[in-house]
């Protein structure tokens, strides 16, 4: 082959400079174009062949209507126009195609001839969304970390403040500050809840917004469904008062015009109960909220809530370390007490063989340990009879369908009886599975009581073995327990062996009370009982800030077939991936640094996603999931959130 075999083809000048010129168009990633006076492709490289699926010989043509779709063709019609009558036109902007939605920059250059007619233009066009996102998670970072200077600016502030009105203001310049809105303040409730006193308000610059400092409103003149929402500690977030349903009624709607409202947020702070103040941001016009922005308004209610406290609470104090120093002595006295009995039943319990022993005794403990829980979780109140019996006997019942059946009226059993009878239901349960009703597939446990005469509370604990029973030959440890349980509680027992099985009666004539049938039971299902359901598949999120717990976690989810997202160990990391990701379950500990979980616990509540609490406190100051204290058992761990409650939205 010679030297000139291998030469390029020779074209004219002009040619050659149109076929380099093309080649070059062909190897930008970037959308290059000829469009004429009729709109109509001319000239397109090789890049929208990517961009819309097809060959370009499919595109030149053709008009910008037919190739970029109505809606797409609609949003740009206006630039084509100008750069058609010979202006150079840049375009940014979010463009729905035929082919899905981008993000783009587009410049439209006319092509201006000799003689002043202008053919067509070029444009070219640059897919930006990627960049677009790079600038706005770093302008989303830049605003967290602002927001986070400011809540440490604010805490400083508040630290030295001794006015509770003077922190509430100094919080609601903060918010308008940081967030932009139009208003922001702190209410205070009444003694009777219903009227709320506005303290601190710093309204906007805005002409006619008058401030709302020193006014009184009642809650319920802003919608019932809204000021209910808040009495249950939920957080409120509205963007219009006119759409939405707990709003947007007429004489609501008055009330919000006003006072110049039609979008905000409330931060309820519950004290004792009931709904004590609340954080509020407003904006004059339509707006959604962000879930970090509503994350930072929690924020600083906590702030708020803590420094006012702090600086009317020199007495409160006073009395609340002599109530700790109570306290002391009193879970000293029950710790005593526990170890106590733990001490006789290890000493007591008869020892046939080492796993005989091991089993009784842990048992034993159990039942204890699983009455404390409850009596801790009712703050030593007493326990309901109902959840002492199903967190008893669950166990038992979870693979016999309809086997026990637990039914009587509203009981109250104080501290004293409590763990005492928290033993004799359990040596009642272990009898019941080795030798009675549930051992066998189709036994029946009924357990029933009524109140007697003389406020005397009768618990029947009827068993059918569905198979003959004979009575035991000698008298067992078990029998001794129960009669010395019973005693010490002031009541009591009797045991009568039918041939259907096991039937006792017995009567608390002390320690038990009626309990109101509205309260709220202490029992939590999936709490105590040890089991390993289901997870596979389930993304659960997991927001701890000890590397090495949330290392453990993520074993026994990850073990138990579910898809850990995390683990994070800050709030603001938690809300990121809450808006970026899927989530099914989420797992979270109660204190992070120093801060509440809180804010993460209201964005999954918003959307309806089951948690539970990790903590390593006995009082958490939380009422709003089920709560594991740590350390915890990795059956419990997954039974809780398998089977934890769905959380109400918020």
Known sequence: MSRDDNALPSYPPLERRAVFSSAMADAVPILIGYVDREQRYRFVNRAYEQWFGIDRSLIE?????????????????????????????????????????????????????????IPGYYVLVTDISERRQQAAELERMLVGERRRAALLDLGQKLRDETNPVAIAQLAARMLTQQLGVARAGYAEMDEDGDVADIVADDGSTHSGVASLKGLRFRLDDFGPDMSADMRAGRLVSVGDVALDPRTNSPEAL???????????????????????????????????????????????????????????????????????????????????????????????????????????????????????????????SGVDLHDLLRLELDPYGIDGEGQIVIDGPPALIDAQAAQSLALVIHELATNASKYGALSRPLGRLNVSWIWGVGDVLRLIWRE????????????????????????????????????????????????????????????????????????????????????????????????AGAKVVGPVGTIEEALHLLDD???????????????????????????????????????????DGPVLRKPVAPSALLGALARGALVPAQ
Do not use: C
């Open 61 to 117: 043509g053709r008009t910008l209507l037919e190739v970029l779709g109505h809606e797409a063709y609609g949003r740009l019609r206006g630039h084509v126009t100008r750069a058609l009558a010979g202006e150079s036109v840049t375009f940014e902007g979010e463009v729905s195609y035929q082919a899905g939605a981008r993000y783009i920059e587009a410049q439209y250059v006319p092509d201006i001839a000799r003689n002043g007619e």
């Open 254 to 380: 008055d009330a919000y015009e006003a006072i110049g409202i039609r979008a905000f947020v409330t931060v309820s702070l519950i004290k004792a109960g009931a709904l004590s103040a609340y954080l509020f941001l407003a904006h004059d016009g339509p707006h959604a909220f962000s879930a970090n922005e509503t994350a930072f308004v929690a924020d600083v209610a906590e702030l708020i809530w803590t420094a006012s406290e702090r600086a009317r609470s020199d007495l409160a104090l006073k009395r609340a370390q002599e109530t700790e120093r109570l306290l002391i002595r009193e879970v000293d006295h029950r710790a005593k007490n526990v170890l106590a009995v733990v001490q006789s039943l290890a000493q007591l319990t008869p020892f046939e063989d080492k796993a005989q022993y091991v089993q009784a005794l842990s048992g034993r403990i159990g039942s204890l340990a699983r009455a404390h829980s409850l009596l801790s979780t009712a703050r030593w």
């Open 464 to 559: 059918d073995a569905g198979a003959p029973v004979v009575a035991p030959a000698r008298r067992g440890f078990g029998s001794t327990l129960i009669e010395s349980a019973v005693k010490q509680v002031g009541g009591r027992v009797e045991l009568t062996w039918r041939p259907q099985g096991l039937k006792v009666r017995l009567d608390i004539l002390k320690g038990a009370q009626a309990r109101a049938t509205e309260s709220t039971p202490a029992y939590r299902p999936g709490l105590s009982v040890e089991e390993s359901p289901a997870l596979r598949d389930q993304r659960v999120l997991v927001v701890e800030d000890e590397a090495v717990v949330a290392m453990e976690l993520t074993r026994v989810l990850t073990a």
């Open 581 to 623: 990701q899927p989530i099914d379950r989420a797992l979270l500990d109660v204190n992070l640094g120093g801060r509440l979980i809180t804010p993460v616990a209201l964005a999954l509540s918003r959307r309806r996603i089951p948690f539970v609490y990790l903590t390593g406190y006995q009082e958490p100051d939380v009422d």
